[in-house]
């Protein structure tokens, strides 16, 4: 039991094929990784996904956890009303998450919610995970203006809970990286933009999760990122998990970098971090 693994994924809408129409055959390496992604998750046969979305409920000083026993949602705003999906919430794992947030003096919980039903940045990756696996129960965490270490700090509390309630479990953290990488794009060209997701692909592609808080808020803003708060609040429960420290080298994370496209002007990344035993220094 614990975390099995984590994954980063982006959320295009047009990813979708009764979204995209067609389009989305300009991003094939993105849907290729994202059926790895998924048919990995059908392996592992999680009883619970961790799912991190920009899109969902977010504030300034506070992380929103998703409450209640379930949701429900569909990409009518986008016009496919008829892609829909139902889930069932880990109320036990949430209700734990959030005393350990309490008393760790971190600001989340499930006060606050705004909207009940799903959001495209939980949706785009369950609707291929679904695919594969759909016998889990969901915890759907937002992000906050919070500093990228208290994202972290959050991502350590949500390895803690897995464990104490001795779950399987995996991390989706969903995210786009930059918006502006193209003049014809959806916010136009920054040149942080390319320069962002070179160096984000890098770090997330090594699993050199410890640079993720080197990136600056004005760095980051400039190139119009979507999702690195969910991939550090990822990495701190990889890391937990891994046991990344010399006192409890415990176990390790295998990281794989599956896809990179950005043909609309939007950076796609997928990665892939699976938790393996360390093998003894002298490799026996």
Not at 4 to 31: D, N, S, W, Y
Not at 36 to 45: D, Q
Not at 70 to 87: H, I, S, T
Not at 108 to 118: I, N, P, Q, S, W
Request: proline letters at 5%; a negative charge; hydrophobic letters at 40%.
């Amino acid at each position: 039991m614990g975390i099995l693994a984590g994954f980063m994924v982006p959320h295009p809408p047009l990813i979708v094929p009764e979204i995209g129409k067609g389009q989305e055959r300009m991003i094939q390496k993105t849907i290729d990784a994202y059926h790895k992604v998924a048919a990995r998750i059908g392996e592992l046969r999680p009883e619970t996904i961790v799912l991190l979305s920009p899109h969902q409920t977010m504030y300034a000083d506070y992380f929103h956890i998703s409450p209640g026993s379930g949701a429900e949602g569909d990409f009518g705003q986008f016009r496919a009303g008829n892609v829909r999906m139902e889930v069932s919430y880990d109320t036990a794992f949430v209700q734990e998450l959030c005393r350990k947030a309490e008393q760790a003096g971190l600001a989340a919980g499930t006060d606050g919610e705004l909207e009940k039903r799903l959001d495209h940045g939980t949706m785009v990756p369950l609707y291929f995970v679904n695919q594969y696996w759909n016998a889990y129960r969901l915890v759907r965490i937002g992000l906050s203006g919070l500093p990228l270490s208290q994202h972290m700090a959050l991502g350590r509390l949500i390895q803690d809970t897995v464990r104490a309630l001795g779950r399987s479990a995996v991390i989706i953290a969903s995210g786009d990286l930059s918006h502006r990488l193209k003049a014809d794009g959806p916010y136009g060209y920054q040149k942080e933009g390319p320069a962002y997701d070179t160096r984000v692909m890098d770090v997330m592609g090594r699993a050199a999760f410890g640079e993720l808080l080197s990136f600056s808020e004005d760095f980051c803003s400039r190139a119009g990122e979507c999702g690195h708060r969910s991939f550090t609040m990822m990495a701190g429960a990889l890391e937990a998990e891994a046991g990344a420290s010399k006192e409890r080298p415990g176990k390790e994370i295998a990281a794989s970098r599956l896809s990179y496209e950005g043909p609309f002007g939007v950076g796609y990344g997928v990665c892939m971090y699976e938790i393996k035993e360390k093998a003894p220094a002298d490799g026996r």
